[in-house]
């Protein structure tokens, strides 16, 4: 019988078996950064427990750092703190770090992938439990907690029991309009947040070959908001192309070898899967969360449910009540969800000769400091600041709110971030998850609206 | 790590499903407050009024179960961000043991790192369990790991291996720390069959 991508992947690291399904597996690249990694490191300073193979650990600065412009507004103390501590240990310890001002820096999820870092086949963890975007490459990617960051600078691998395999597919052509964001929140939406809990998913189909690689990303990265710790699509010559000559991609005959080996590596046409679920892409519409769990959504031209009175009353929305035409506050285009060059250009695309309304604020958030180079090279950033929005530095910001980047109490956000928790993106933040044309176009309406009637 | 024994203990009801990681402790509180003060940060943004007060609608503020060492909570418990910080400030509010139908997949994992037990139930059973935790009189659990049960009766499942470590107060690195001849073996195969990996 043939095998799924993820059990290529997962065979190729176990280094033993440990018993009741435990394995212990080689971890190829670990990605450090400040927030969960600064702790880890600590622990392991005072256990005396030097890095196995610091040269696999890329550090990077992402989720505390300031994002306004020139790097300004670094107010918090226990920021700062944090940051010594990462840049202190990490010099001990021998491992790059892409520090604020580092022209590779970026959101870890963004700079793994654009730094040639994650490679297909790869194994790769990080203190952060997006780290599933990586999986868009063909990587076995799963966030980690701190205690497991320890275990792996000190080993250089990690226990895992072997999760089950879901495959989703994609089915149909997707709508003009509509991209992978909307995908993957219509899939959550269906499934709900535990829809895969216990999986490994892989997602294919037409719509899934279709994708570009940053799309594939996006796609990847919501993994974890539809409760699988592991997302992945195959790698093609997409991925290839994406892949090569970037900083940390093998070069020449590594980078034959390398890909005869990756091109082993996508599910045989007979493989099995746990279990199977799919999605019909051809009457999808752009999708927006209404409420505080990534699987209250809808289409942007629906109403809204009578479901979750807490969440509906968080919200201040009503049951029956048109989403679209709901006045918003702010506006946040950036993550790791949604910060790419492609994410920008769509953004940029409604923002071109538009205004965003007067009583908005919306900000555009580059997800590193070479998306930030590329789309200035376009010009993207004068289209913004005309449009009237903020162009800033590369960080995780609004999405997590860890660097001061709030949104007020009872503030109205729509967000091309992840999470629409309640006060994750600051106490009393109301969050509409959505994709980057729909966040523009709501940016410009001054209320949510479907960006392919504006 | 602290072994985990039979716990005796008040259990608090909380049946709200999808409690995020970020509910259980701010981002702020993960990077400015030391471990061991995490405590009086669990759950903030429910548990305090606006005006810094605590709130009575929230369980955990009311008697008996401000001592409650044990949670039973709605599906999908711990979902959301990787942050062990939730851990360990339940950990540091006094929590020993948390059951629900399901857990966020790296909370559950975290959990098992820092000796907290996290117990996955039949939805029905979770309902019953929060039904007695809900009654001052009924609200004293025991939970036996060793034999896999919840006051006698109520059985458990969980892997020999996460068992014994709890058991045992293990910790998971000091172990494989002992596996450095296997890690090598594993690196001398796998080097010349994917050279581009070890950079």
Partial sequence: MGRSLFEKLWDLHVIAELGDGMQLLHVDRHILNELSGSRAQLDNAKRSLKPRHPQLTLGVADHVVPTEPGRAGDKTPWAKNVMQIFRDESRRDGILLLDVNDPDQGIEHVIGPESGFTLPGTLLVCGDSHTCTNGALGALAWGIGSSEVCHVLATQTIVQPKPRSMRARFEGALPPGVTAKDLMLALIGKYGTTGALGHAVEYAGAAIRELEIEGRMTLCNLSIEFGAKIGMVAPDEKTYAYLKGRRHAPQGALWDQALAHWRTLPSDPDARFDREVALDCSGLVPQVTWGTSPEDVIGVDGRIPDLKPEALAYMGLSPGQPLAGTRIDRVFIGSCTNSRLSDLRAAAAIARGRRVAAHVEAWVVPGSMRVKREAEAEGLHEVFRAAGFQWREPGCSMCVGANGDLVGPGERCVSTSNRNFVGRQGPGARTHLASPATAAACAVAGEITDARTL | ?199
Avoid: H
């Avoid at chain 2, 008996?64 to 400030?89: C, D, H, Q, Y």
């Fill in chain 2, 1 to 199: 790590m602290e072994k985990f024994g039979t716990l005796t203990a008040i259990a608090a009801a909380y049946p709200k499903v999808n409690v995020d990681t970020d509910l259980i402790i701010r981002v702020e509180r993960c990077a400015g407050t030391p471990r061991e003060a995490l405590g009086p940060w669990a759950f903030e943004m429910v548990r305090y009024r606006p005006d810094g007060s605590e709130d009575p609608g929230f369980v955990f503020n009311r008697e008996p179960w401000r001592e409650a060492k044990i949670l039973v909570a709605g599906e999908n418990f711990g979902t959301g961000s990787s942050r062990e910080m939730a851990v360990w400030a339940l950990a540091r509010m006094g929590l020993r043991c948390v059951i629900a139908p399901s857990f966020g997949e790296i909370f559950f994992g975290n959990c098992l790192q820092n000796g907290l037990l996290a117990i996955r139930l039949p939805a029905d059973e979770v309902r019953r369990l929060m039904a007695l935790a809900s009654a001052p009189a009924s609200a004293t659990f025991t939970v036996d790991l060793a034999r896999q049960t919840i006051n006698g009766t109520t059985r458990f499942e969980i892997s020999p291996r996460p068992k014994r470590m709890l058991l045992e107060g293990l910790d998971e690195l000091g172990l494989t720390l002992a596996m450095e001849p296997e890690i090598a073996a594993f690196q001398a195969m796998d080097r010349p069959r994917r050279p581009w990996i070890y950079l």
